[in-house]
């Protein structure tokens, strides 16, 4: 069964540095999120994109944060000046264009620890 | 943010048995409910929906009921396996394609 790629499995950075997020949704889906769970909470819509824009976004989704698929394949997660209360999960999820929002697809998911 | 709720932390079912997960949401514009299971190391892996205009789906196994008028889901899992033990969530849809998620309920299925 097709699946969404997550790398890396595990990022370790300190504090006010750049990460960037990796994933490949599905191929022949148009629509790709980010989600996040923080260590005891529950997971958290972050942003959507379509069409190579971003369709929709939470208010978690600030300025430091930005994604972008900068070819066919790839859908990344970029925080520009990481925070301590930024370490969580984050989940990349794709769906196709029949059924946007009703059965993502999520993959594995980045632990993002911040130092 | 407590627009989908899961009031159980946990569940323990013996192995054969049904069960039963429940959830309770407090906004009347979701038109998609979903169960997500998940088990450690992993990304939540979907199970069933149902749309907001039906009260009942059913996918082998799992059986997902909903009551608008008392805004309440549950998930019915017959009958229950040790494979089944992980965590599930409960979620909704609102307008768009944002999915809002509840706290979780560990289930375990004892063999």
């Known amino acids: 069964e097709p699946e969404v790629t997550q790398t890396p499995s595990h990022q370790v950075t300190q504090m006010g540095q750049e990460v960037i997020l990796r994933c490949v949704p599905i191929?022949?889906?148009?629509?790709f999120y980010w989600y996040r769970q923080i260590l005891g909470q529950k997971v958290e819509f972050l942003v959507s994109?379509?069409?190579?824009?971003?369709?929709?976004k939470s208010e978690i989704f600030d300025d430091q944060f930005s994604v972008e698929r900068p070819d066919g394949s790839n859908f990344t997660l970029k925080i520009r000046s990481t925070k301590l209360e930024d370490s969580a999960m984050y989940f990349c999820?794709?769906?196709?264009?029949?059924?946007?929002?009703?059965?993502?697809?999520f993959g594995s998911g980045t632990q993002l620890s911040v130092l | 943010d407590q627009q989908v709720k899961q009031n159980s932390p946990s569940l323990s079912v013996q192995e054969g048995r049904i069960s039963i997960l429940n959830c309770d949401y407090t906004?009347?514009?979701?038109?998609?409910f979903l169960w997500y299971k998940k088990y450690p190391a992993e990304g939540p892996t979907f199970l069933i929906s149902?749309?907001?205009?039906?009260d009942k789906n059913e996918d082998g196994r799992f059986t997902v009921f909903l009551n608008k008028s008392a805004k309440h889901l549950s998930l019915h899992i017959v009958p229950s396996q040790p494979g089944d033990s992980a965590v599930y969530f409960c979620?909704?849809?609102?307008?768009?394609?944002?999915?809002?998620f509840g706290a979780g309920t560990i289930l375990r299925v004892k063999s």
């Open positions: 994109f379509y069409n190579n824009e971003i369709s929709e």
């Open positions: 149902i749309s907001s205009i039906k």
């Open positions: 906004n009347s514009m979701f038109d998609y």
């Open positions: 979620a909704a849809r609102e307008y768009g394609n944002k999915l809002v």
């Open positions: 191929s022949n889906h148009l629509y």
């Open positions: 999820a794709s769906s196709d264009v029949n059924s946007p929002g009703e059965k993502l697809f």
